[in-house]
């Protein structure tokens, strides 16, 4: 065809080409690029949507989007490639479209392949927390114990955090049942007890308990703690801890980060040595310690207790208790009707930042009680009806006392509500200089 008076036909494809690259280059692609950022969120929840999809679904959805990309790219080559008798022929630009139709049908193909390999997957989960769940039941020790590093890795090789939360419930859960601190290291298994009966009888009740159980108890807290150090190489962070009403011994949760919705101690009974919980992060919506028994003293040093709402409500603090150096910053926290005693009963250094603490009901009857260069700012701090029993209790050199917290003794107190300040309150000059320092 003669091309008299215009440029060769494949200087005006190359031409139109170019343009094409150049818009892509410089418009379309940085803002695919941060759209594609900005969707990281949707996408990772997607992928669990299509694996929770019907195959049918899946696919019709694939072709869906291959037909609107078909459509899209003829719209965009038709704009930017010149058609007509000396360019690109409107059934080449056609059969380009249909190519990248074609190109497109390959991801149909892979829907169906992703999609049966996580069926395959989970199949396998299944399969490995059911066998790890039954090895957990088992009456051998030895069984048990690599039960509970079997349900460990399945929780490590889960592919959602919902699959991770179920491996770490059971764990919680075991954790839960019913435990004596005084049969759980020995090797009896089983108890008879003879009871009086009618017309002279003797009735025998068989007790039966998991022989050496407070190795796999202990086993299973390690491991709990492993996962929620800030190296750890599969975090369980992310999940909700229930430890409601368990018995536990000897616990160290130093260095763990909890920022799970939830973290529940509530009537936890701590025994054995120290309850440490020194460095510990205490993020989410709740963080309940409420009607806990600490019994053997427990320690808070530099803890950071930032949740939505913290309580330690009626928690009983025997054997001494420490809060030095820990943080309380945001949401509310209660220490309302808690019993502290034992020898001595230590917030030094705590720093109550940005958050509402109530310690309405508290009952501090420890030797010496010290609140030494506490931080009191930003917030709202309450010892309305607060029990400073006989012991020395100091707010001596606070490093910050604005506002300053809420005492019986304060001018502001209605005057039938208003009670004289105990004298082992200290300082003995009231309010207390504050040490910047």
Request: aromatic content about 14%; glycine content about 10%; proline content about 4%.
């Amino acid at each position: 065809m003669d091309n008299s008076g215009g440029p060769p036909t494949g200087a005006v494809k190359v031409s139109g080409l170019r343009r094409f690259k150049n818009w892509w280059s410089s418009n379309l692609w940085p803002r695919v690029k941060r759209g594609w950022t900005w969707l990281t969120p949707w996408r990772q929840r997607s992928s669990r949507v299509v694996g929770r999809a019907k195959l049918s679904t899946a696919v019709l959805g694939a072709v869906i989007a291959a037909v609107l990309v078909a459509f899209a790219a003829y719209q965009v080559l038709h704009r930017f490639l010149p058609v007509g008798d000396q360019a690109i022929q409107p059934k080449d630009l056609t059969q380009f479209a249909l190519t990248i139709v074609a190109g497109i049908g390959g991801v149909v193909a892979l829907v169906v392949a992703y999609r049966r390999q996580l069926g395959i997957e989970q199949s396998r989960f299944v399969e490995r927390f059911g066998a790890a769940a039954n090895q957990l039941g088992s009456a051998d020790v030895a069984v048990r114990l690599a039960g509970v590093y079997a349900m460990a890795g399945v929780a490590d090789e889960a592919r959602s955090i919902h699959e991770r939360q179920q491996c770490v419930d059971v764990l919680c859960a075991y954790l839960r049942l019913p435990y004596s601190p005084e049969l759980g290291a020995n090797h009896e298994t089983e108890r008879q007890h003879k009871m009086p009966g009618r017309e002279g009888e003797e009735n025998t009740h068989h007790f039966l308990y998991r022989q050496n159980d407070k190795e796999v108890r202990q086993t299973i807290v390690r491991v709990i703690t492993a996962h929620l150090q800030k190296d750890a190489k599969e975090s369980w962070s992310p999940c909700s801890f229930d430890f409601t009403g368990a018995i536990l011994e000897s616990v160290d949760f130093n260095g763990a980060r909890f920022r799970g919705e939830a973290t529940y101690f509530r009537g936890v009974t701590f025994s054995g040595a120290l309850a440490r919980f020194n460095g510990v992060v205490f993020d989410g919506e709740w963080t309940l310690f409420s009607d806990a028994k600490f019994s053997s003293g427990s320690s808070f040093k530099n803890a950071i207790l930032r949740s939505g709402f913290t309580s330690f409500e009626n928690a009983k603090f025997s054997s001494g208790s420490s809060f030095d150096g820990a943080t309380f910053s945001s949401g509310f926290s209660s220490f309302n009707s808690a019993v502290f005693s034992g020898g001595w009963t230590t917030f030094s250094l705590t720093v109550f930042s940005r958050a509402r603490a109530s310690f309405h009901g508290t009952e501090f009857g420890a030797d010496r009680t010290s609140f030494y260069r506490t931080t009191f700012g930003g917030g709202f701090i309450s010892f309305i009806s607060t029990d400073f029993g006989a012991g020395v209790v100091s707010f001596e050199e606070p490093k910050f006392w604005n506002p300053s917290p809420i005492f019986d003794w304060d001018d502001d107190v209605p005057d039938d509500e208003r009670k004289p300040k105990p004298a082992n309150v200290l300082p003995t000059d009231w309010p207390p200089k504050v040490d910047s320092i």
